[in-house]
C-alpha cells in the first residue's frame, strides 16, 4: 500500500473529514530547532476548502509553536489516521499559513465552519494549508481505538474570554508571542473579533 494523490477529493476527502483527531508536524528553518508535533480535533474545526486547499481553526493554547514556523517558512504536513476501520494514514504535505481576525479572507475563510462558535473557543488564527504531496499508506501497526466525543474543557475554559482578557493571557505565557526557539510566533494583540 502507499499512493500518492492529486487532489484531495473522493475516498480521500471521506476519511479525512471521518477522522475526529489530526495532527500537525512544523519545524524552523533552524538544524537545532525544536520540531513541533500538535494534536487537533474539536467537530468541526476543520474543513478541506478545494481538492488541494484545506483549513482548521488555530485555538487559545499555551504556545504557538505551529504559528511561528509557519510565519517563518510555512511547511507544514498534516496527518491522519485510522483509530477504526480499516488500517489508513494519510498525510499531506505542504505549505501553511496563519490567517488572522484583520485579514480581508478572514470572514469567507471562518463562514466555512458553520458548526464552531469562533468566541467560545478563544479563536486567534485560520491555519490555511495548500497541499504540495498528498500520500496515504497502511496503518497497520495504529493501535485500534474508539472515540468517545469532544471534551468540553477547552470551550468551557476559554467561552468567559473577552479579547482583552485573551490578550492579558497570551502576554502572560512565555511562548505565545515568541516561540520556543525565538522565531515571532502569534502577534499581538490580536486583531478584536469582527462582528
Same mark, same amino acid.
Given at each position: 500500500m /502507499?499512493?500518492?494523490?492529486?487532489?484531495?477529493?473522493?475516498?480521500?476527502r %471521506?476519511?479525512?473529514?471521518?477522522? =475526529? #483527531?489530526?495532527? &500537525?508536524?512544523?519545524?524552523?528553518? @533552524?538544524?537545532? *530547532? &525544536?520540531?513541533?508535533?500538535?494534536?487537533?480535533? +474539536?467537530?468541526?474545526?476543520?474543513?478541506?476548502?478545494?481538492?488541494?486547499?484545506?483549513?482548521?481553526?488555530?485555538?487559545?493554547?499555551?504556545?504557538?509553536?505551529?504559528?511561528?514556523? +509557519?510565519?517563518?517558512? *510555512?511547511?507544514?504536513? !498534516?496527518?491522519?489516521?485510522?483509530f477504526? /476501520? =480499516?488500517? &489508513?494514514?494519510?498525510?499531506?504535505?505542504?505549505?501553511?499559513?496563519?490567517?488572522?481576525?484583520?485579514?480581508?479572507?478572514?470572514?469567507?475563510?471562518?463562514?466555512?465552519? =458553520?458548526?464552531?462558535?469562533?468566541?467560545?473557543? /478563544?479563536?486567534?488564527?485560520?491555519?490555511? #494549508?495548500?497541499?504540495?504531496?498528498?500520500? %496515504?499508506?497502511?496503518?497497520?501497526? #495504529?493501535?485500534?481505538?474508539?472515540?468517545?466525543?469532544?471534551?468540553? !474543557?477547552?470551550?468551557?475554559?476559554?467561552?468567559?474570554?473577552?479579547?482583552? @482578557?485573551? %490578550?492579558?493571557?497570551?502576554?502572560?505565557?512565555?511562548? #505565545?508571542? &515568541? @516561540?520556543?526557539?525565538?522565531?515571532?510566533?502569534? =502577534?499581538?494583540p +490580536?486583531?478584536?473579533?469582527?462582528?
Amino acid at each position: 500500500m /502507499g499512493k500518492t494523490y492529486e487532489r484531495i477529493d473522493g475516498r480521500l476527502r %471521506d476519511f479525512i473529514e471521518a477522522q =475526529p #483527531v489530526f495532527f &500537525t508536524a512544523t519545524a524552523p528553518l @533552524s538544524g537545532d *530547532g &525544536t520540531v513541533n508535533l500538535s494534536p487537533k480535533g +474539536l467537530s468541526g474545526s476543520f474543513a478541506v476548502l478545494d481538492e488541494r486547499t484545506v483549513a482548521y481553526l488555530d485555538f487559545a493554547g499555551s504556545n504557538a509553536e505551529t504559528v511561528a514556523h +509557519l510565519r517563518e517558512n *510555512g511547511r507544514i504536513t !498534516l496527518m491522519w489516521c485510522a483509530f477504526c /476501520g =480499516p488500517p &489508513t494514514i494519510v498525510r499531506v504535505h505542504g505549505r501553511g499559513e496563519p490567517v488572522f481576525r484583520d485579514d480581508p479572507r478572514w470572514k469567507e475563510l471562518i463562514g466555512r465552519f =458553520p458548526d464552531i462558535d469562533p468566541s467560545r473557543h /478563544g479563536l486567534r488564527a485560520i491555519i490555511v #494549508v495548500t497541499a504540495e504531496l498528498i500520500r %496515504d499508506t497502511c496503518g497497520y501497526a #495504529v493501535p485500534l481505538m474508539t472515540y468517545e466525543g469532544d471534551r468540553p !474543557l477547552h470551550g468551557s475554559r476559554f467561552e468567559r474570554e473577552t479579547d482583552e @482578557s485573551l %490578550d492579558a493571557y497570551f502576554h502572560r505565557k512565555e511562548h #505565545v508571542a &515568541t @516561540s520556543i526557539d525565538g522565531l515571532p510566533g502569534l =502577534p499581538l494583540p +490580536l486583531p478584536p473579533t469582527p462582528v
